[in-house]
């Protein structure tokens, strides 16, 4: 079993930034692609980026790309997603994600491939 929890979001004006966190413990010793999803009020859960386990991966949604960048430290245990030039399109509630993988390398950018869910940090963008 892994747990997650993300830290970092908070209220901020259009275009600043934010970094939010996610640290994972428990069953670390296995291999995880790490995902970074949203959900605003009223719309479904949506991918927003991806990492692989060896971090040399990665994969955007097209809204994000360009603007937010995910990173991850492997000896901490966390993953991390940069968050730029931030909209009020971008408020929603951020829920870092972990899938058991194979490879090294391999990307997830489905909701249904992840095994692990934190309980999400809640992101909000004025004008």
């Known amino acids: 079993q892994v747990q997650l929890v993300e830290s970092g979001g908070g209220l901020v004006q259009a275009g600043d930034s934010l970094r939010l966190s996610c640290v994972s413990s428990?069953?670390?010793?296995?291999?995880?692609?790490m995902g970074w999803f949203r959900q605003a009020p009223g719309k479904e859960r949506e991918f927003v980026a991806t990492?692989?386990?060896?971090?040399?991966?990665?994969r955007y949604a097209d809204s994000v790309k360009g603007r937010f960048t995910i990173s991850r430290d492997n000896a901490k245990n966390t993953v991390y997603l940069q968050m730029n030039s931030l909209k009020p399109e971008d408020t929603a509630v951020y829920y870092c994600?972990?899938?058991?993988?194979?490879?090294?390398?391999?990307?997830?950018?489905?909701?249904?491939?992840?095994?692990?869910w934190g309980q999400g940090t809640q992101v909000t963008v004025s004008s």
């Open positions: 994600a972990g899938s058991r993988v194979l490879y090294t390398n391999t990307v997830r950018t489905l909701r249904s491939d992840y095994d692990y």
């Open positions: 428990g069953r670390t010793s296995s291999k995880y692609a």
């Open positions: 990492i692989s386990w060896s971090g040399s991966g990665t």
